[in-house]
């Protein structure tokens, strides 16, 4: 198989997981074991309705790629996601450059946008060879948490009091 093939093949990570794996690695290898607690989440409902809401005009929403990725937005040769607030700033900019890196090795070059409608702006970005290296150690490192027998011990952030998880790993 060649090299590049082969590589595509290495990437077959939903994009959430490179999120989760720059917000916690715990979040990461649950969803990872279809452990989820998203639907039972406001927050994430919120999310969800600003994606719907936001860009009415936008055609080309929801865009599923190799039935894996999800984009947002695809519109003006961009790769467009939508995030409810910048606090996520670094998980959400992996995400893309997945996203972009992605669509590269299928030949596919666009560059990225962040829109943050409830702060109303945007976050332009370009997948360099530096954000190339990260996703490549990015999904190493998913692919070492996800394969473990259990999960990385819950340690306390910021993002903790807000996430679909919190009971699971404090209650």
Same mark, same amino acid.
């Given at each position: 198989?060649?090299? %590049? $093939?082969?590589? =595509?093949?290495?990437?077959?990570? #939903?994009?959430?997981? $490179?999120? /989760?794996?720059?917000? +916690?690695?715990?979040? =990461?290898?649950?969803?990872?074991?279809?452990?989820?607690?998203?639907?039972?989440?406001?927050?994430v =409902?919120?999310?969800r309705?600003?994606?719907?809401y936001? /860009?009415? *005009?936008?055609?080309?929403?929801e865009?599923?790629?190799?039935?894996?990725?999800?984009?947002?937005?695809?519109?003006?040769?961009?790769?467009?996601?939508?995030?409810?607030?910048? !606090?996520?700033?670094? @998980?959400?900019?992996? #995400?893309?450059?997945?996203?972009?890196?992605? =669509?590269?090795q299928?030949?596919?070059? *666009?560059?990225?946008?962040?829109?943050?409608?409830? %702060?109303?702006? !945007? %976050?332009?970005? #370009?997948?360099?060879?530096?954000?190339?290296?990260?996703?490549?150690? @990015?999904?190493?490192?998913?692919e070492?948490?996800?394969?473990q027998a259990?999960?990385?011990?819950?340690t306390? #952030? *910021?993002? +903790?009091?807000? +996430? @679909?998880?919190?009971?699971?790993c404090?209650?």
């Amino acid at each position: 198989m060649p090299e %590049e $093939i082969q590589e =595509l093949q290495d990437l077959k990570f #939903q994009g959430i997981k $490179i999120n /989760y794996l720059y917000v +916690c690695k715990r979040k =990461l290898w649950l969803f990872s074991k279809n452990i989820t607690f998203e639907n039972q989440s406001d927050k994430v =409902l919120l999310g969800r309705i600003l994606h719907e809401y936001s /860009y009415p *005009k936008e055609e080309t929403k929801e865009v599923l790629i190799d039935n894996l990725i999800m984009i947002d937005i695809l519109s003006d040769g961009a790769v467009r996601e939508v995030k409810y607030s910048s !606090k996520m700033k670094e @998980a959400d900019i992996m #995400q893309v450059m997945y996203y972009l890196y992605y =669509l590269k090795q299928k030949g596919i070059e *666009k560059q990225g946008v962040i829109n943050y409608p409830k %702060e109303r702006r !945007k %976050e332009t970005l #370009q997948l360099t060879p530096e954000y190339e290296q990260k996703v490549k150690e @990015a999904l190493s490192e998913i692919e070492e948490i996800t394969s473990q027998a259990t999960p990385p011990p819950a340690t306390k #952030q *910021k993002v +903790c009091k807000s +996430c @679909a998880y919190f009971e699971f790993c404090w209650g």
